[in-house]
């Protein structure tokens, strides 16, 4: 069997949602595009913001010389100034572009975090329900899944959390806003999260890495703000892109910013550039970094997200379903309805 062992394994266990989203494309041919509803994999309904097709033309119109060529493997400068400068209003920390690296997209993120910081065999956790992937994204890099439970809200329990660390612990993976349950974790929660990693590196002598994804960092309802994972600890990593809030998750363009406060900031620094280069990926597609340059403080239209997810939750408890109300990102995660007499 030309095929590894383990790959046909992940293949088998972990393609379903991919499937279905590949039988979604099949209806859509058969039955018009009108009238199937693809909830499968997290892509965008919304088109992205229009000052992103303004950019695009001008780009277009006023080609730069040297625009497609190669570059650093960290991405361009100014680029990465761009997203320095929303961080740092964002998280509250001055982050110049020496911290911040372009990536493609969140995934390709993760994947160059990972491969740097991972020795054959050390633990990675993440909290149930987590984002499929990341068990694959940790595999890849000879890394151990552990999975730490959360409460009937789908906040991470943090008496769990701090049972499961241990001395091979390297990192913990956090995604607020959530996929698959739209929570947002607030920042009395981050701050403890903040406190018991830092706890435990000093009591085991480690350095434990929280990893935030923060692929849905701009798609928050109801007027909550993000509360930032940078100041509750160090060793903290954002992964995020652009793909759900300019739309744009075909094109993969994303960023890893790590805190300037890290330690050994340079070379962990150095290594993810390093990573990013050999994991193939070389640098973040070059036009995508020439277009969201500008786009730093531009999202797609929260609105048409916030109506989408009060009439689906809306509909959803009336039929029945319990559901925590997501806050953010545009995904529900229901518990099967209670069986009705004319359903049995
Ligand atoms: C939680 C989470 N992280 C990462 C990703 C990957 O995002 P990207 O398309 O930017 O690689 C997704 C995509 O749906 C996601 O839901």
Not at 297 to 313: E, G, H, I, N, W
Request: charged fraction near 20%; proline fraction near 6%; hydrophobic fraction near 40%.
């Amino acid at each position: 069997m030309s095929i590894s062992d383990n790959i046909r394994q992940r293949m088998i266990q972990g393609s379903w949602i991919r499937r279905m989203f590949e039988e979604g494309n099949m209806l859509k041919q058969k039955l018009g595009a009108d009238k199937v509803f693809d909830l499968s994999i997290g892509n965008p309904v919304v088109e992205p913001p229009r000052e992103l097709h303004q950019e695009l033309q001008r780009l277009a119109k006023n080609p730069l010389p040297g625009m497609h060529r190669y570059m650093e493997n960290a991405g361009y400068a100014d680029t990465r100034s761009a997203v320095a400068e929303q961080l740092s209003q964002e998280m509250g920390v001055k982050f110049s572009h020496q911290n911040v690296v372009m990536t493609c997209g969140a995934a390709g993120a993760l994947n160059v975090v990972l491969k740097s910081l991972l020795n054959p065999g050390e633990e990675v956790i993440v909290f149930a329900p987590y984002f499929l992937e990341y068990g694959n994204y940790i595999d890849n890099h000879n890394g151990i899944t552990r999975v730490v439970p959360t409460d009937e809200t789908f906040i991470p329990r943090l008496d769990a959390l701090e049972s499961t660390i241990t001395a091979r612990t390297k990192a913990v993976i956090m995604n607020s806003p959530n996929n698959p349950t739209g929570v947002v974790y607030n920042q009395d929660l981050i701050d403890k999260l903040g406190r018991v990693l830092g706890a435990k590196e000093k009591q085991l002598g480690t350095h434990i890495y929280l990893i935030s994804d923060e692929a849905y960092r701009k798609l928050i309802y109801d007027g909550i703000k993000y509360p930032p994972v940078f100041q509750c600890h160090h060793q903290s990593i954002v992964a995020s892109s652009h793909s759900k809030d300019l739309a744009l998750p075909g094109e993969r363009i994303g960023y890893i910013a790590v805190n300037p406060d890290c330690f050994e900031h340079d070379d962990l620094m150095e290594a993810i550039i390093f990573c990013n280069r050999i994991l193939g990926f070389v640098n973040a597609p070059a036009l995508m970094q020439h277009l969201v340059r500008k786009l730093q403080d531009v999202t797609v239209s929260l609105a048409d997200y916030q109506k989408k997810r009060d009439f689906l939750y809306g509909n959803l408890v009336k039929m029945g379903y319990s559901l925590v109300k997501p806050q953010g990102a545009f995904y529900m995660f229901p518990s099967r309805p209670p069986r009705t007499r004319s359903s049995l």
